[in-house]
């Protein structure tokens, strides 16, 4: 722009502000350029910082998902140890225990003065105890590792209440008390196994701690349930200890002569119970006794009929001369077993293994009659594959029975589906003498 000739001041001032504000016009978008670009890159410095950000959580979150992967591993690790431990020990634990039972057993048979009976029956009664005290220290020990889980079905309940009335029906009648365990039809859905032990420990506290009178147990139909009462005459239980009794380690009664309990048995039952689902209740009055409740569900379904090994009372104990093959891995069981054996009057072989056993039947007189097996040999083989080694080369289905220390749902399932009778260890004499006269029918 050039100054033409005549043009005055105030036009010229004109010119001079238009030029001006031209100029702070041009100066103004400069620096909007300039600020925009400073966004974009304080923008751009923001994504790299929160990139890097998430990446380190990102890290972090990685490495505490291994950390957390890792203690699951070991937790894992660690229960499966403990189960391992558990049906390993209980296992080691009942076997000598068992070859104790047996050749206990077997020294009664020979002795007739009145003092070494009595002392044989005070070691019986110490060898029970014990065994009581391993089963329920290991059914603890199972449920705290969570491999003791419950087989509901449908059984009449009488497969639970007759055995128990003829196993402490002698226990009774020696502390002079009247136990009466009322019969009943009732088909109830629970564990049969879990529901035993249950009534087994109530039957066994009322009768220990009842000095006079007697134990009465009854049922009630409660609408969809059932009500199975264990009634008591004994000292009654203290409001206050009401509670603690079903704890492990506490006693109802500290200062009762002769009673050395361990406080586990109302331990067991209410952690069955609460496993099965069937409520436990206590009602109590001192000096009068103690009545303990237990709801079962009823069951519309039909129960499957009764093993034959029910029927065991109905065959005579005659088993002298008969023919017993026994195979067993446990030197100490075997030697013990023998022995029994022996002293009814049975002609016996034993193995220790399938392949030994059929190596003794070329110089046997007479094959077997009858196989006892241990569940559980050496080197992986179970008894029913010795015993169907055994049945190959005689020739015939000698009939055959399984003993084992393992008390799982999953040796039932072997034998049962082998079709054996089978006996837990430790092994009740007259119980196997019972079941090898019925074999022997």
Partial sequence: MTLQAGE?????????????????????????????????????????????????????????????????????????????????????????????????????????????????EQVDR?????????????DLS??????????????????????LAREFAHFAQKRGLKLKIFATRTTVRSDPSMLRRILQNLLANALRYTSRGGVLVGVRRRGENILVQVCDTGPGIPEDRREAIFQEFQRAHDDIPGETGFGLGLAIVRRFAQVLGHPVSLASQIRRGSTFSVVIPLSAEAPPPPPAVAQLRNYPNRIAGAKILVIENEPEVSEAMLLLLERWGCDVAVATSGAEAVEKLSVLAHPPQIIIADLHLNHGELGPEAI??????????APALLVTADHSQRAEDVARRNRLEMLHKPVRPAELRSLLAFLLT
Avoid: Y
């Fill in 388 to 397: 169907q080694a055994v049945r190959r080369a005689c020739g015939r289905e």
């Fill in 142 to 163: 199972k449920l705290d590792a969570g491999v003791m889980r419950p087989e509901i079905r449908s059984f009449e309940l009488n497969d639970v209440m007759e055995p």
């Fill in 8 to 120: 005055n001041s105030d036009d010229l001032q004109r010119r001079i502000l238009k030029l001006e504000k031209i100029n702070r016009a041009l100066m103004s978008r400069v620096e909007r350029s300039v600020d925009s670009q400073f966004n974009a890159f304080s923008l751009f410095e923001t994504a790299i910082a929160l990139d890097h950000q998430v990446r380190r959580r990102t890290q972090e979150l990685q490495q505490a998902m291994r950390s957390i992967e890792k203690a699951k591993w070991q937790a894992e690790a660690a229960s499966s140890l403990k189960t391992t431990f558990v049906t390993s020990v209980g296992h080691d634990l009942l076997q000598p225990l068992n070859a104790a039972r047996l050749a206990l057993s077997a020294l009664g048979e020979m002795q007739n003065g009145p003092e070494g009976g009595a002392l044989i």
């Fill in 126 to 138: 110490c060898l029970v105890t014990l065994e009581d005290l391993i089963r329920t220290l290991l």
